[in-house]
């Protein structure tokens, strides 16, 4: 598939991630868009990042979906609060009766050591994920967008720090991590489009694979 013209076609090289309940992605290499097989190429929230972790929705455990989302970062601060019901977060959780992933970003902003390290773990693995994914297409941008990049500049440094740290500084020079802004750029737009075309593609597949196990 070619990219339309307007929508990414500046990008020759591009890999889109949005972090919302799951981790969508897509990647644009040499201008044209990664399927793959069966549609499933470039699915980096199912890169397993942590080997007998969190169960994910595609019958394996401890995809990147499972911690770099809305999700896992909820996963994780129900873990701190069973192991300690009486830290700002297992407070909260009990005003709440509920937590979601803001509650943890605003306790991460109010400097509570826990929630801070929750965001830091999840930029953590991001930032290697991407470096690693990054190493296959040499990308000159990562747009990360979706429900978790409200928490914005932050959030985006910390999985930068990563990123550099983890990535071949060959990669890291010449790629910009940055945040996803409709309206302000055309190649983020298409980025996006992409991003949610490919989802469509995957949910049924992963539909047929179930079937399959279940023989
Ligand atoms: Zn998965």
Do not use: W
């Not at 889109?16 to 799951?22: H, K, N, P, S, V």
């Not at 873990?79 to 509650?103: C, F, Q, T, V, W």
């Not at 071949?168 to 750029?185: F, H, K, M, T, V």
Request: aromatic letters at 4%; glycine letters at 12%; proline letters at 4%.
């Amino acid at each position: 598939m070619k990219i339309k013209k307007g929508s990414g076609s500046n990008a020759t090289d591009l890999i889109a991630i949005t972090l919302g309940t799951g981790v969508g992605s897509g990647m644009i290499a040499n201008g044209e868009l990664l399927s793959g097989m069966n549609g499933t190429a470039a699915e980096i929230g199912h890169i397993i990042a942590e080997p007998h972790g969190y169960p994910c929705n595609c019958g394996r455990e401890g995809c990147l979906d499972t911690i770099a989302s809305a999700t896992g970062i909820v996963h994780q601060a129900m873990d701190h609060l069973l192991a300690y019901p009486n830290s700002p977060l297992g407070i909260r959780y009990r005003e709440n009766g509920r937590l979601d992933a803001k509650d943890v970003f605003d306790l991460a902003a109010d400097s509570d050591a826990a929630s801070e390290h929750i965001i830091d773990h999840t930029a953590d693995v991001l930032g290697f994920m991407i470096a690693g994914a990054a190493t296959i297409i040499n990308p000159s941008a990562v747009i990360i967008g979706g429900g978790l990049s409200r928490a914005g500049l932050p959030l985006l440094q910390k999985i930068t720090h990563y990123f550099k740290q983890y990535a071949l500084p060959r990669i890291s020079e010449q790629c910009d991590i940055r945040l996803a802004q409709l309206g302000n750029d055309a190649g983020m737009i298409g980025a996006a489009y992409l991003v949610k075309s490919k989802l469509n593609k995957v949910a049924p597949s992963f539909g047929i694979l179930a079937e399959n196990e279940s023989d």
